[in-house]
């Protein structure tokens, strides 16, 4: 069964960190992924104006697609600023509507930082939306709702998994779609004294040995259909 699955993430990089061996894996197998990034990383410089890093990161969101072969969505939100309002709403909506997933991947609501809680939140609150052809968007009504699935917090942080996905074989390209996000090497280690390259070969380390294999990145499911939600997830 092929699959059509829409990863949102609240900055760039954030799926990189968080799902891309999923995705990554997902692609592997000829399933159609997208990779949709909400906010545009305005404030990821030290030294850059917001618009100069704001294009740069959104090459690199783009680079970091075009390694998996996804298609790309940029909705260009302010970083640090992305509240759930009826405008917000109908954006994610017609994101969604664009993508038609079968599944979407996104922040939990467990997340600590309130652009990735509120990304996950919007999907969450628009998700029965997709289907209903009085709420107009430029793109048509989805024909089925999609499922959602959570992916793992930064580190782990009060998430406690319920599926995990072997990623060993997808790991490379995981670390491939990182690397073109090289704005924000020295920034991360500035700012969180993290380098990213090093943090997912810990965190996909840790979550695999959960599981029994090397690399592993780890899901939740949302409240609903969680018999479906087997059929979309990667085993």
């Given at each position: 069964m092929s699959v059509r699955v829409l990863a949102v993430g609240a900055h760039p990089d954030d799926l990189e960190i968080l799902c891309a061996g999923a995705l990554a894996k997902y692609a592997m197998r000829g399933d159609h992924v997208t990779m949709a990034v909400s906010t545009n990383g305005e404030v990821g410089s030290p030294n850059l104006s917001k618009n100069e890093i704001a294009e740069?990161?959104?090459s690199e969101a783009q680079a970091a697609a075009a390694v998996i072969g996804a298609d790309f969505i940029w909705m260009n939100y302010p970083d640090e600023f992305l509240f759930s309002t009826e405008a917000t709403r109908l954006d994610f909506l017609n994101?969604?509507?664009?993508?038609?997933?079968?599944v979407i991947l996104t922040h939990a609501p467990s997340d600590y930082h309130p652009d990735h809680r509120t990304t996950g939140g919007i999907l969450w609150d628009i998700r029965v939306m997709t289907t209903v052809p009085n709420i107009k968007t430029e793109a048509p009504p989805c024909e089925k709702i999609p499922e959602i699935y959570y992916y793992d917090t930064i580190a782990g942080i009060d998430f406690v998994p319920q599926y995990y996905v072997d990623i060993s074989e997808s790991f490379e390209l995981k670390k491939k779609m990182l690397a073109c996000h090289k704005s924000q090497s020295v920034w991360l280690e500035n700012q969180y004294h993290m380098s990213y390259l090093d943090f997912i070969e810990y965190t996909g380390r840790y979550r695999g040995l959960q599981c029994g294999v090397r690399f592993a990145e780890c899901f939740q499911q949302s409240a609903t259909w969680p018999k479906r939600l087997e059929a979309v997830?990667?085993?």
């Open positions: 740069i990161r959104k994101m969604v509507r664009r993508a038609r997933p079968d997830l990667l085993p």
